[in-house]
């Protein structure tokens, strides 16, 4: 399994981003993609996660009503498992490197050691 984080940037206090994170090698729909964040000299938090069929959804409290989970699937070449995450209203205390992970299984979790795969991150930055 092979997760690829892209859509990180600089954007200024109050813009919007969205993250995207391909995974491939999934063999099925069975498992609940996440996206954690660590800001720099700080341990890595839980932002959101959604569960397989997208019906039972967390988020942490500090990105609730501006942040916004969700979860496709595309084909190219291969089949990937694609999560994205719509940031809106940022503030620069969103400021981090996230990371997208997956965790087998039908149970959505909050915590980063329930997760079995993770991507490499992709840095977002927000200036005041």
């Known amino acids: 399994v092979q997760l690829q984080a892209s859509g990180g940037g600089l954007v200024q206090s109050g813009g919007s981003l969205r993250l995207s994170c391909a995974g491939s090698?999934?063999?099925?729909?069975?498992?609940?993609m996440a996206w954690f964040r660590q800001a720099p000299g700080k341990e890595r938090e839980f932002v959101a996660a959604i569960g397989w069929s997208s019906y039972r959804i967390e988020y942490a409290d500090s990105v609730k009503g501006r942040f916004t989970i969700s979860r496709g699937a595309t084909k190219n070449t291969v089949y990937l498992h694609m999560a994205y995450l719509q940031m809106n209203n940022l503030r620069p205390e969103d400021t981090a490197v996230y990371y997208c992970?997956?965790?087998?299984?039908?149970?959505?979790?909050?915590?980063?050691?329930?997760?079995?795969?993770w991507g490499q991150g992709t840095l977002v930055t927000v200036s005041s």
């Open positions: 090698g999934l063999t099925d729909f069975s498992h609940t």
């Open positions: 992970a997956v965790a087998r299984g039908l149970r959505v979790d909050v915590n980063d050691n329930e997760y079995d795969y």
